[in-house]
């Protein structure tokens, strides 16, 4: 199996012994380094598991686990995304996070830095040669096999895909212009539905599925030839989409969230939902490049997120399955990116 469930901890928060118990572990010493990195890298049920002391202290895994739970829970914060039974999934933000979301502040306020020695590139040229790398990265973590330099040659030269791999990549390349062309109009189904039909242009087994919501429930997610996500009924697509529509749209003052989070919520919020037959990844990471452009961001024209993702593509498939089996915590799909 490739993710392993926490355990049930109704039977240590229900005896009073256990509970005060837990509440004293923070106090142990051998435990403060464990309990600290826990805390700050946001470890998973199995990362506890694999880092307990050595020494034989009267403390099992299950109970530090039940302490770091309580801390979580008490700063959670609930977001509009749903699971499949309408439970609603919640994050919050530890300080590996708010590291990160200031890195990101500070570079997108600065100047873009490169390791060559010879002078930044024009800043079209650079962001184009970026956007290509992205589109590449993109349809390769969705099966692509085609090599980098011969990709990039395509997209450099204009010639034409010579087979689906190659016209997935070709997509991908199309669907950033089309992201840059539209970042200041309001996102929209019908923006959905376009930027769907891009990505997925003579790819699909079913053309006309292009840019429609899937109107059947025999779509699942594998990842090495295991079933790791089964997605929401087909008949509260429009609904859920809807929803999703409006979070992009909107930003709430009275319910602030740093646009670089609402960005990864978005990008985790379609893949979820995989409301399209097909393509729903490259949806989701494109969708997630849209929104971020539209906030200003255009640090991320000279970025390749996709690029991050494929260098650890389990430990990607892992933070969406973190968030699932540990009661819709959201964080550790925020924490990975």
Not at 79 to 98: A, E, G, Q, S, V
Not at 183 to 210: G, V
Not at 238 to 247: A, G, H, P, Q, V
Not at 279 to 301: C, H, I, K, P, V
Request: proline content about 5%; glycine content about 4%; overall charge neutral.
């Amino acid at each position: 199996m490739l993710v392993e469930s926490p355990p049930n901890l109704n039977s240590i928060f229900g005896n009073p012994e256990s509970f005060l118990k837990i509440l004293k572990i923070g106090q142990i010493p051998e435990l403060q380094n464990l309990i600290r990195k826990a805390s700050d890298r946001y470890f998973y049920w199995s990362d506890v598991i694999h880092r307990m002391p050595a020494n034989n202290i009267e403390i099992k895994a299950e109970e530090i686990w039940a302490y770091l739970k309580l801390g979580r829970s008490a700063n959670r914060k609930t977001t509009p995304i749903m699971d499949k039974n309408n439970r609603p999934f919640t994050y919050w933000i530890p300080d590996c996070l708010h590291r990160g979301i200031s890195d990101v502040d500070k570079w997108s306020g600065g100047q873009i830095i490169t390791d060559h020695p010879f002078s930044l590139p024009a800043k079209e040229k650079y962001i184009i040669s970026s956007l290509m790398d992205e589109a590449i990265a993109s349809s390769q973590l969705e099966g692509a096999l085609t090599e980098y330099r011969i990709a990039k040659e395509m997209l450099r030269s204009g010639r034409k895909p010579k087979d689906k791999n190659e016209q997935m990549i070709f997509n991908n390349w199309h669907a950033m212009q089309f992201i840059r062309e539209n970042i200041k109009t309001p996102f929209s189904a019908d923006k959905l539905y376009e930027l769907h039909t891009i990505l997925t242009q003579d790819t699909l087994k079913s053309p006309s599925e292009a840019g429609k919501f899937r109107d059947r429930d025999d779509i699942v997610v594998t990842y090495r030839d295991e079933t790791v996500h089964i997605p929401p009924k087909a008949d509260t697509l429009k609904d859920r989409m809807n929803k999703l529509i409006e979070f992009v749209n909107q930003d709430d003052e009275e319910n602030w969230i740093h646009s670089i989070i609402k960005g990864a919520m978005i990008h985790f919020w379609l893949a979820y939902d995989h409301p399209f037959t097909d393509g729903n990844g490259r949806t989701a990471r494109a969708l997630m490049y849209w929104y971020l452009l539209s906030r200003g961001y255009e640090l991320f024209q000279y970025l390749s997120i996709s690029k991050h993702f494929l260098r650890a593509p389990g430990q990607y498939v892992r933070g969406y399955l973190y968030t699932e089996y540990d009661e819709n915590d959201l964080t550790y799909f925020l924490v990975y990116p």
